[in-house]
């Protein structure tokens, strides 16, 4: 009689055992089918270029009200990254839009280095390839690009809500510092719903 209570429940915690790794397993395989299809959705990582003085995001050619549109992510490796605006759900942009200078001539002096407008343009634009990012989360980002023969950095022009970029060691345009904010998946769905977006036109 013993030895049959035994052998009962050692059947019953092996089902049970079964039962219960059945069961994580099927949550393990549900949540790995959820991260890959945001992982597919959302890309690389998705981020805010924030001026901490004001809070403002940059938008390409100026600073706005950090919203759906103001988030970018990076590919490709340091010295030539492009800054890829993040595209809407459910928009197609095979180029796709990244931030960009607006010429590329190759100047050799930086004290004749005139700045310029930053721009949203294709990725395929010859000022929207080499872009670097130096800095650290203390002392802030800065957007720097020396395709040109001389290190120019993004800079907001004070007072304004402008982007350009000029010579990092410009006087007249010193650089800007900017905190990387990256957003969750939970961010993104909450700007991307109609009052968010509402707010956010309404603020432009």
């Not at 080499?130 to 690009?145: E, K, M, P, Q, R």
């Not at 004070?158 to 969750?184: H, M, N, V, W």
Request: charged residues 20%; hydrophobic residues 35%; neutral net charge.
């Amino acid at each position: 009689m013993k030895t049959f209570q035994s052998t009962a429940r050692a059947s019953c915690s092996s089902l049970l055992f079964f039962l219960l790794l059945t069961a994580l397993l099927t949550l393990a395989h549900s949540a790995d089918k959820k991260a890959d299809g945001v992982t597919k959705a959302q890309g690389p990582p998705p981020f805010f270029l924030q001026d901490s003085k004001d809070s403002l995001c940059l938008h390409g050619e100026s600073f706005k009200r950090c919203s759906i549109d103001t988030l970018f992510f990076v590919v490709g490796s340091p010295g030539s990254y492009q800054i890829h605006k993040r595209q809407a759900d459910g928009q197609e942009d095979p180029d796709g839009t990244c931030i960009s200078k607006k010429n590329c001539d190759q100047v050799t002096d930086a004290k004749k280095v005139v700045a310029q407008d930053v721009k949203l343009a294709k990725c395929t634009h010859c000022g929207a390839k080499a872009w670097n990012i130096h800095g650290d989360s203390t002392t802030g980002y800065v957007l720097t690009d020396s395709s040109s023969g001389v290190q120019q950095c993004l800079v907001r022009p004070r007072g304004t809500t402008q982007a350009k970029i000029a010579a990092c060691d410009s006087t007249e345009y010193p650089y800007t510092p900017l905190q990387l904010q990256f957003a969750s998946a939970a961010d993104i769905e909450a700007m991307s719903s109609p009052g968010a977006r509402l707010i956010g036109a309404a603020s432009d």
